[in-house]
């Protein structure tokens, strides 16, 4: 008959050195505990992070495949007819960018109509200029709702009337201040949503709620970390596009992780997710 001692023995004997040296090692290592938990803990929030651009690739919304040289530019018809819409019209436009990007985020641009003009002027950020030797920022007369290399835009801000004409110079002379005419970066900016970003905070009448897609709204420079979110309302502390967060009635409330953006909106009972933007009623 086997006693006590004899069946301790038998465990121990089961148990390797190798788990009882990595148990002793961590019992005794508490910083590189911390350490290995901090790193899990990190891993986790970035898989998490990524769920919502995987699910976009995953859905088509957006496509790996595609050639920009051939990509669609039609007209959506979502824009007024200058011909026929005499009063000053504001409309900023949001479309998935292409390939991808568009798994993560949007491009953005501003359409502006004075009263009785026979065209949109169209104000936007676009990073292959620099290529070329041009400014990013792009200054142009054209169809404001054209589809962006094959995606279909979607109408972000519309301002009409009296509203929209008080705006325009506003517009005009924040797109002329905007202080990155010669840099760009996709991620975490300055770029297109950047651009944009920078306007709607001086013009806070267009009441701008960029979505969490629009990477690059986050990015204040290289040496501001507290503003006004791109609404025109609430605070926003931003450390180089790359950690922040919003707390607005417009956004709600919305917290910035390595760039990509999620959080709650309760005016609209909406959440705000990295890749696929507002997800509500």
Same mark, same amino acid.
Do not use: C
């Given at each position: 008959?086997?006693?006590?001692?004899?069946?301790?023995?038998?465990?121990?004997?089961?148990?390797?050195?190798?788990?009882?040296?990595?148990?002793?090692?961590?019992?005794?290592?508490?910083?590189?505990?911390?350490?290995?938990?901090?790193?899990?803990?990190?891993?986790?929030?970035?898989?998490?992070?990524?769920?919502?651009?995987?699910?976009?690739?995953?859905?088509?919304?957006?496509?790996?495949?595609?050639?920009?040289?051939?990509?669609?530019?039609?007209?959506?018809?979502?824009?007024?007819?200058?011909?026929?819409?005499?009063?000053? @019209?504001?409309?900023?436009?949001?479309?998935?960018?292409?390939?991808?990007?568009?798994?993560?985020?949007?491009?953005?641009?501003?359409? @502006?109509?004075?009263?009785?003009?026979?065209?949109?002027?169209?104000?936007?950020?676009?990073?292959?200029?620099?290529?070329?030797?041009?400014?990013?920022?792009?200054?142009?007369?054209?169809?404001?709702?054209?589809?962006?290399?094959?995606?279909?835009?979607?109408?972000?801000?519309?301002?009409?009337?009296?509203?929209?004409?008080?705006?325009?110079?506003?517009?005009?002379?924040?797109?002329?201040?905007?202080?990155?005419?010669?840099?760009?970066?996709?991620?975490?900016?300055?770029?297109?949503?950047?651009?944009?970003?920078?306007?709607?905070?001086?013009?806070?009448?267009?009441?701008?709620?960029?979505?969490?897609?629009?990477?690059?709204?986050?990015?204040?420079?290289?040496?501001?970390?507290?503003?006004?979110?791109?609404?025109?309302?609430?605070?926003?502390?931003?450390?180089?596009?790359?950690?922040?967060?919003?707390?607005?009635?417009?956004?709600?409330?919305?917290?910035?992780?390595?760039?990509?953006?999620?959080?709650?909106?309760?005016?609209?009972?909406?959440?705000?997710?990295?890749?696929?933007?507002?997800?509500?009623?």
């Amino acid at each position: 008959m086997s006693s006590k001692r004899d069946g301790a023995n038998s465990l121990s004997s089961q148990v390797s050195p190798m788990s009882l040296d990595g148990a002793l090692f961590f019992r005794f290592h508490p910083p590189m505990r911390r350490f290995f938990i901090l790193s899990g803990s990190v891993l986790g929030l970035i898989i998490l992070l990524l769920l919502g651009p995987l699910g976009v690739l995953a859905s088509g919304t957006a496509s790996l495949k595609g050639d920009w040289s051939s990509a669609s530019d039609a007209p959506m018809g979502i824009a007024p007819d200058p011909a026929t819409t005499k009063e000053a @019209v504001v409309q900023v436009y949001g479309a998935r960018a292409f390939k991808w990007r568009g798994a993560f985020g949007i491009h953005t641009w501003i359409a @502006v109509k004075p009263e009785n003009a026979s065209a949109f002027t169209i104000y936007e950020v676009i990073g292959w200029r620099l290529r070329h030797g041009d400014p990013a920022l792009a200054i142009y007369q054209d169809i404001p709702d054209r589809r962006w290399y094959g995606s279909a835009p979607e109408i972000l801000a519309d301002l009409r009337g009296p509203d929209a004409e008080r705006a325009i110079p506003k517009i005009i002379r924040a797109a002329n201040a905007y202080p990155y005419k010669d840099r760009y970066h996709v991620w975490p900016g300055p770029n297109s949503n950047t651009f944009t970003a920078h306007v709607a905070r001086q013009v806070p009448a267009l009441r701008l709620d960029l979505p969490p897609t629009a990477i690059g709204k986050d990015y204040l420079g290289d040496s501001t970390f507290i503003n006004t979110p791109p609404s025109g309302t609430g605070l926003q502390v931003s450390i180089f596009g790359l950690a922040g967060v919003i707390v607005s009635p417009v956004e709600g409330l919305e917290i910035n992780v390595l760039g990509l953006s999620f959080g709650v909106d309760p005016g609209e009972l909406a959440l705000r997710l990295p890749g696929i933007g507002k997800l509500g009623p």
